[in-house]
């Protein structure tokens, strides 16, 4: 039995025809035609039209470093931070209260509507 598979792609030689037998699998080359055109086979030819042997990527633009001693000019020079005003603890702590008390308050009124609606509604079912 031939182990195609362990043998490998081998590429046909150009202008021969499909591959045959066990190397169906292979890739087919592409044949020579004119610039831009597509081969026989109607697939696109490898590389690009026109272009020359492939050489990589060349790396990145050579970098020139700025003389010694270059900095951006510097246009507005900004005033030094101001010292924050001192925070009066006692007062804060009061405020927190007043606004919980004033939350509670309206978070109880809104249960109390609501019960008093649900009671509205069963009472308007059971009778």
Do not use: I
Request: charge should be positive; proline fraction near 17%.
């Amino acid at each position: 039995m031939d182990q195609a598979w362990a043998r490998g792609a081998q590429p046909q030689p150009p202008g021969s025809a499909a591959p045959t037998g066990d190397s169906g699998w292979a890739r087919l080359t592409a044949s020579p035609g004119p610039a831009g055109a597509w081969p026989a086979g109607g697939q696109p030819g490898g590389g690009w039209a026109g272009g020359g042997p492939g050489g990589g990527y060349a790396g990145p633009p050579a970098n020139v470093p700025p003389p010694p001693g270059w900095r951006p000019p510097l246009y507005v020079q900004p005033a030094p931070p101001r010292r924050l005003p001192p925070q009066d603890m006692a007062a804060m702590d009061h405020a927190e209260q007043q606004a919980q008390r004033v939350t509670y308050g309206l978070g109880g009124l809104a249960a109390v509507v609501l019960v008093v609606l649900v009671c509205l509604l069963c009472s308007r079912v059971l009778f």
